[in-house]
């Protein structure tokens, strides 16, 4: 995950230790999973990552979130 992490800090200018801090936040979150320095594997989407995308899409069948002030 690194390896990607450093591409897209590259392409987008975005700091390094940035990316890092967010990805641990999401996975802390539960919404991703990936590996570490000893069992590497590629990022996933969990099921509550994919629940949230869906709620936050501007699909159809999404669902509609509303805020109050």
Do not use: C, H, W
């Not at 949230?52 to 699909?59: A, G, I, P, R, T």
């Amino acid at each position: 995950m690194t390896s990607l992490l450093r591409f897209l800090s590259e392409e987008e200018g975005v700091p390094l230790s940035t990316l890092k801090l967010n990805a641990r936040i999401l996975r802390d979150l539960g919404l991703i999973s990936y590996g570490s320095m000893v069992e590497t594997r590629y990022a996933e989407v969990e099921t509550l990552g994919s629940f949230v995308l869906k709620l936050l899409s501007d699909e159809a069948t999404g669902a509609t979130i509303q805020l109050a002030d």
